[in-house]
Each structure stands twice: as structure tokens, then as C-alpha cells.
């Protein structure tokens, strides 16, 4: 089994930074495109930012220039550096991974989902 788990969420003040971890285990061979996603009350799931397994990176509008997507793939984990918050940052986020991994002995191909992380940002 694959499991993604992400860390680093929290409440932060406008202006300040927080950095998301999100790190997957288990049966893994190789990870594809990792990415961000976040989803705030009564909105729909957006992409915040995308890495694919070469480091090419894209960003939502909204973030660019305050967010830095990066990935270490000797850990099997990707990154979300969030600097210059804002209150309309607040939202849970999810990290994303498209993942080849093994059962006995065939290879299969998936989607991941980490189970969120809030981050609020607010006064």
C-alpha cells in the first residue's frame, strides 16, 4: 500500500510563512508529477502548484511569486515553502501524487491523495 502524509499546516498571521511537507511510503517505485492542492469552505479543490518528476514547475496566479513548489525524490516528498500569506490562503491542503508502485508482482499506476492539512491565516 502507498500512504502520503503531510505535515506543517497552522494558524500564521498575515505576511508570514509556512512550509507544508508531505512525504509518501510504502510499495513505491517511482513517483510521477507531485503537486498541491487546497480546498476552502464552500469553494471548489484548485491546483496551488505542481512539480513533475523532472522539476518543471506551475504555479495557480494567485500564488505565484509567494510559493515555491520543490521535491526531494531520495525521500519520496514534496515541499510547499508559502511566504507573504494572506487571509484568502486559508484553505486545507492536500498534496497529490501520481505513483508507481508493486503488488507481488505486477506494477500499477495511481493517484494519491494526503489527508490535508489546515492552514489559516489570520489576525
Known amino acids: 500500500q502507498v500512504q502520503l502524509v503531510e505535515s506543517g499546516g497552522g494558524l500564521v498571521q498575515p505576511g508570514g510563512s509556512l512550509r507544508l511537507s508531505c512525504a509518501a511510503s510504502?510499495?513505491?517505485?517511482?513517483?510521477?508529477?507531485m503537486g498541491w492542492y487546497r480546498q476552502a469552505p464552500g469553494k471548489q479543490r484548485e491546483l496551488v502548484a505542481a512539480?513533475?518528476?523532472?522539476?518543471?514547475?506551475n504555479y495557480a496566479d494567485s500564488v505565484k511569486g509567494r510559493f515555491t513548489i520543490s521535491r526531494d525524490n531520495a525521500k519520496n516528498t514534496v515541499y510547499l515553502q508559502m511566504t507573504s500569506l494572506k487571509p484568502e490562503d486559508t484553505a486545507v491542503y492536500y498534496c497529490?501524487?501520481?505513483?508507481?508502485?508493486?503488488?507481488?508482482?505486477?506494477?500499477?499506476?495511481?493517484?494519491?491523495w494526503g489527508q490535508g492539512t489546515q492552514v489559516t491565516v489570520s489576525s
Open positions: 497529490n501524487a501520481a505513483i508507481i508502485h508493486y503488488s507481488g508482482s505486477l506494477y500499477y499506476t495511481d493517484d494519491y
Open positions: 510504502g510499495s513505491i517505485v517511482s513517483i510521477n508529477a
Open positions: 512539480i513533475s518528476s523532472g522539476g518543471t514547475r
